[in-house]
């Protein structure tokens, strides 16, 4: 074996032979020291080195260490085909963290180029082009063909592979498939005049779809063509960015990824009745419904018949009845499932939902037991309006009777009286919010961490990070907290530890989350998004997968694509085997605000009209959590002391948890609008531990608030709190509305 394995090693060397000289030139080793590389093949590589030594015994070798950044740079004089030194140096190098090609290209200044990595490039995105002879040489069994390709294709390399499976000695890897899609727009364009294709396999091309969609398996490196029945044709070389547009100019030229204008034009915005009195419907967005007369039609001989199909989300429950209205789904066969209903400002008596209730009167507050109710007294001639809330607002004005929404019914009756002599009798009586009491900040505490404290300096913690990581790194948010202990005193160190996260085969998704929380409080949007990337790549299945990868990409500037990847989830078409409706209130408002705020840059020329609406909050309050069995209880304190509070259990919102275990999101979002909601407000989040007992995992909640949203002044700020102790209480953040 050992001689076949020198044989098929000399089959290399004339690639890589030179004349004999007193100096056989200048050799550049790239040796990737990154996480994954720590099992790699030293015998093979080193034989291989042998035999390039042995063609050239007199060389200076530059030797540039890198994982996710350049770890060091040191010369070498070879003589005499001797590497020995050389060969000492690189048996003590310490494979940690990522890895990344980025910053290889600035330090190389021609020459033979060695570059030995399995191409498991994950924390840029950066092919580079390297100055001089590249050699590309890999000893994994498990390597990235696709990135290894793509490398050699740009530089004109050569692909060295010492692994077990390569079939013949330098053969290039496998090429691997990635769909590309992406859509054909154009005021006049018709689909079926393109024809998409491949270069080099014109014939196994493809048209698109009706709606311009279009979806086609390629390999990075290959070159994606575009032709019109004119002949006319563009051509995009495929790296990373898997989304390529296509516009048809009227003219009959092509354009790829450009921008378009288009006119908006918008009449003037509906009022519609809210909690607060007429709001501008701008204002309103999603969080309320309304009707008015016009919209009940004169055959309904009750209240209830009148609102049947008129309000979307919205059902009667068993008896048809108002007083059942159901605006979220059910939470408990023990508690009110039913909306609070509100008739010019008084509150109604509400059935009670609970399967084990006895006759009796019900209370106001929810407190009695009388199974059932009935709005047949309200005539709906009568009815001036009906507005149903779903959201904080119902909360934020009514407490917890608000807990399950609100229906406002005003009466044509009422709407003669001044706003100045009507009193609403369901607005907040209780829970009174304690300023006394006390939010942990505990310092936290783990094995590991006690045993990082015992290194006098950094070198001294890093050397013992490198001998305990391998008893921990199964540890969901081991790197995430290793990375903590290391931020402040050296970045460069922390940034290290945390890339390992992309490097490890069976990372978990609360481990991928949490580090994607990081990055985007921190800004780093590179990284941010190459987490994002590697969500979605292991997690395709969840829905929550694809609004990550949709911020992400409008964090870092790229509109267009958070538009594609949002408008694609809202009508299905990203996923046609997922549900997205779990996530369509937060998809709707991203939309309409990029709309709103980047519609100078962005093509919208196919976009939904109702997107062209902008929505606006005084502050729009987004949660995002990692683990998908998290329990906690948000709670919310208005600037008049009173609380309210949403709970995310298995108690008192089942429904809402099975929805999200099947079909794969953890996000939740508020918003404040309107009178009384100007002042301090502070979000506090109680934390009951995971749904399954077994899973001692902590919970990342990040908590992001957009200030002013969907206006020109807006701001965002984020917080992350990190939940890990079941039963204690956090602060999440504070935030002032101002009027």
Not at 700 to 712: D, M, R, V
């Given at each position: 074996?050992?001689?076949?394995?020198?044989?098929?090693?000399?089959?290399?060397?004339?690639?890589?032979?030179?004349?004999?000289?007193?100096?056989?030139?200048?050799?550049?080793?790239?040796?990737?020291?990154?996480l994954?590389?720590?099992?790699?093949?030293?015998?093979?590589?080193?034989?291989?080195?042998?035999?390039?030594?042995?063609?050239?015994?007199?060389?200076k070798?530059?030797?540039?260490?890198?994982?996710?950044?350049?770890?060091?740079?040191?010369?070498?004089?070879?003589?005499?085909?001797?590497?020995?030194?050389?060969?000492?140096?690189?048996?003590?190098?310490?494979?940690?963290?990522?890895?990344?090609?980025?910053?290889?290209?600035?330090?190389?200044?021609?020459?033979?180029?060695?570059?030995?990595?399995?191409?498991?490039?994950n924390?840029?995105?950066?092919?580079?082009?390297?100055?001089g002879?590249?050699?590309?040489?890999?000893?994994?069994?498990?390597?990235?063909?696709?990135?290894?390709?793509?490398?050699?294709?740009?530089?004109?390399?050569?692909?060295?592979?010492?692994?077990?499976?390569?079939?013949?000695?330098g053969?290039?890897?496998?090429?691997?498939?990635?769909?590309?899609?992406?859509?054909?727009q154009?005021?006049?364009?018709?689909?079926?005049?393109?024809?998409?294709?491949?270069?080099?396999?014109?014939?196994?091309?493809?048209?698109?779809?009706?709606?311009?969609?279009?979806?086609?398996?390629?390999?990075?490196?290959?070159?994606?063509?575009?032709?019109?029945?004119?002949?006319?044709?563009?051509e995009?070389?495929?790296?990373?960015?898997?989304?390529?547009?296509?516009?048809?100019?009227?003219?009959?030229?092509?354009?790829?990824?450009?921008v378009?204008?288009?006119?908006?034009?918008?009449?003037?915005?509906?009022?519609?009745?809210?909690?607060?009195?007429?709001?501008?419907?701008?204002?309103?967005?999603?969080?309320?419904?309304?009707?008015?007369?016009?919209?009940?039609?004169?055959?309904?001989?009750?209240?209830?018949?009148?609102?049947?199909?008129?309000?979307?989300?919205?059902?009667?429950?068993?008896?048809?009845?108002?007083s059942?209205?159901?605006?979220?789904?059910?939470?408990?066969?023990?508690?009110?499932?039913?909306?609070?209903?509100?008739?010019?400002?008084?509150?109604?008596?509400?059935?009670?939902?609970?399967?084990?209730?006895?006759?009796?009167?019900?209370?106001?507050?929810?407190?009695?037991?009388?199974?059932?109710?009935?709005?047949?007294?309200?005539?709906?001639?009568n009815?001036?309006?009906?507005?149903?809330?779903?959201?904080?607002?119902?909360?934020?004005?009514?407490?917890?009777?608000?807990?399950?929404?609100?229906?406002?019914?005003?009466?044509?009756?009422?709407?003669?009286?001044?706003?100045?002599e009507?009193?609403?009798?369901?607005?907040?009586?209780?829970?009174?919010?304690?300023?006394?009491?006390?939010?942990?900040?505990?310092t936290?505490?783990?094995?590991?961490?006690?045993?990082?404290?015992?290194?006098?300096?950094?070198?001294?913690?890093?050397?013992?990070?490198?001998?305990?990581?391998?008893?921990?790194w199964?540890?969901?948010?081991?790197?995430?907290?290793?990375?903590e202990?290391?931020?402040?005193?050296?970045?460069?160190?922390?940034?290290?530890?945390?890339?390992?996260?992309?490097?490890?085969?069976?990372?978990?998704?609360?481990?991928?989350?949490?580090?994607?929380?990081?990055?985007?409080?921190?800004?780093?949007?590179?990284?941010?998004?190459?987490?994002?990337?590697?969500?979605?790549?292991?997690?395709?299945?969840?829905?929550?997968?694809?609004?990550?990868?949709?911020?992400?990409?409008?964090?870092?500037?790229?509109?267009?694509?958070?538009?594609?990847?949002?408008?694609?989830?809202?009508?299905?078409?990203?996923?046609?085997?997922?549900?997205?409706?779990?996530?369509?209130?937060?998809?709707?408002?991203?939309?309409?605000?990029?709309?709103?705020?980047?519609?100078?840059?962005?093509?919208?020329?196919?976009?939904?009209?109702?997107?062209?609406?902008?929505?606006?909050?005084?502050?729009?309050?987004?949660?995002?959590?990692?683990?998908?069995?998290?329990?906690?209880?948000?709670?919310?304190?208005?600037?008049?002391?009173?609380?309210?509070?949403?709970?995310?259990?298995?108690?008192?919102?089942?429904?809402?948890?099975?929805?999200?275990?099947?079909?794969?999101?953890?996000?939740?979002?508020?918003?404040?609008f309107?009178?009384?909601?100007?002042?301090?407000?502070?979000?506090?989040?109680?934390?009951i531990?995971?749904?399954?007992?077994?899973?001692?995992?902590?919970?990342?909640?990040?908590?992001?608030?957009?200030?002013?949203?969907?206006?020109?002044?807006?701001?965002?700020?984020?917080?992350?709190?990190?939940?890990?102790?079941?039963?204690?209480?956090?602060?999440?953040?504070?935030?002032?509305?101002?009027?």
């Amino acid at each position: 074996m050992k001689k076949f394995l020198l044989y098929s090693l000399l089959c290399f060397a004339p690639a890589i032979v030179s004349p004999q000289s007193a100096l056989d030139g200048v050799t550049t080793i790239c040796w990737d020291a990154s996480l994954s590389m720590r099992d790699r093949n030293a015998d093979r590589e080193n034989q291989f080195l042998d035999i390039y030594f042995t063609n050239k015994p007199n060389v200076k070798v530059t030797l540039l260490i890198f994982s996710n950044t350049m770890i060091g740079r040191e010369t070498f004089s070879i003589k005499g085909g001797d590497w020995t030194t050389l060969e000492d140096r690189l048996a003590r190098v310490t494979y940690d963290g990522g890895t990344s090609y980025q910053s290889l290209s600035q330090f190389i200044d021609g020459g033979d180029i060695l570059l030995f990595t399995d191409g498991n490039q994950n924390a840029s995105t950066v092919t580079p082009n390297f100055n001089g002879k590249l050699y590309i040489i890999n000893c994994k069994e498990n390597y990235n063909r696709a990135n290894l390709n793509l490398l050699t294709i740009l530089n004109d390399a050569e692909f060295v592979n010492l692994s077990q499976d390569r079939k013949k000695p330098g053969s290039l890897p496998e090429p691997e498939l990635t769909s590309y899609f992406g859509t054909v727009q154009g005021r006049n364009s018709r689909p079926e005049a393109v024809w998409i294709s491949i270069k080099g396999k014109t014939m196994s091309g493809i048209n698109p779809e009706d709606d311009g969609s279009y979806q086609i398996k390629a390999t990075r490196g290959d070159t994606l063509v575009f032709t019109v029945t004119d002949g006319t044709s563009v051509e995009k070389p495929l790296g990373m960015n898997k989304n390529i547009n296509l516009w048809l100019e009227d003219s009959g030229s092509i354009r790829l990824d450009e921008v378009v204008v288009t006119e908006d034009r918008r009449e003037a915005p509906e009022e519609k009745m809210t909690a607060y009195g007429k709001k501008d419907e701008d204002a309103v967005g999603y969080a309320v419904q309304s009707i008015t007369s016009d919209d009940i039609s004169d055959g309904a001989t009750d209240v209830s018949r009148a609102t049947q199909g008129k309000f979307s989300g919205v059902s009667l429950g068993q008896n048809d009845d108002l007083s059942q209205i159901e605006l979220r789904p059910k939470t408990s066969i023990l508690s009110g499932n039913y909306g609070l209903i509100v008739v010019d400002g008084v509150p109604m008596p509400r059935s009670n939902s609970s399967s084990f209730a006895a006759q009796g009167a019900n209370t106001i507050g929810g407190g009695g037991v009388n199974a059932v109710q009935n709005s047949t007294f309200m005539d709906p001639k009568n009815i001036a309006s009906i507005t149903v809330l779903k959201s904080l607002a119902a909360t934020n004005r009514y407490g917890s009777l608000g807990a399950n929404g609100a229906v406002l019914i005003t009466t044509k009756t009422a709407s003669f009286a001044t706003q100045a002599e009507k009193k609403d009798l369901a607005l907040l009586t209780d829970n009174l919010y304690d300023e006394k009491i006390n939010v942990s900040n505990k310092t936290l505490v783990t094995p590991y961490l006690k045993e990082l404290k015992k290194g006098k300096n950094i070198g001294e913690a890093y050397d013992l990070y490198l001998e305990q990581r391998e008893r921990y790194w199964d540890n969901p948010t081991y790197f995430l907290d290793v990375y903590e202990f290391f931020r402040g005193p050296g970045n460069v160190l922390a940034n290290r530890i945390l890339t390992n996260i992309l490097e490890l085969e069976s990372t978990s998704l609360v481990a991928l989350k949490g580090m994607l929380f990081k990055m985007q409080l921190e800004g780093n949007h590179e990284l941010a998004l190459e987490t994002a990337n590697r969500i979605l790549e292991r997690y395709p299945a969840k829905i929550q997968s694809y609004l990550d990868l949709a911020l992400t990409e409008k964090s870092i500037g790229n509109y267009q694509g958070a538009m594609n990847v949002l408008t694609k989830m809202a009508d299905g078409s990203i996923n046609r085997d997922l549900d997205f409706s779990g996530l369509d209130k937060t998809t709707d408002r991203e939309i309409r605000n990029l709309v709103y705020g980047h519609s100078d840059i962005l093509d919208a020329s196919g976009i939904n009209a109702k997107y062209r609406t902008n929505i606006k909050y005084a502050a729009r309050v987004v949660f995002d959590w990692s683990n998908p069995n998290a329990q906690f209880e948000l709670q919310f304190v208005n600037p008049q002391k009173r609380f309210f509070n949403w709970e995310h259990t298995l108690v008192s919102n089942r429904d809402r948890i099975r929805d999200e275990l099947n079909n794969g999101y953890t996000t939740e979002e508020f918003e404040i609008f309107g009178p009384g909601t100007e002042g301090e407000w502070i979000i506090n989040v109680n934390y009951i531990g995971n749904s399954k007992m077994e899973d001692k995992t902590p919970t990342f909640l990040k908590c992001t608030i957009y200030h002013n949203f969907g206006l020109p002044e807006h701001r965002t700020e984020q917080r992350l709190v990190r939940l890990y102790e079941a039963g204690s209480r956090e602060l999440v953040a504070k935030l002032e509305i101002e009027e």
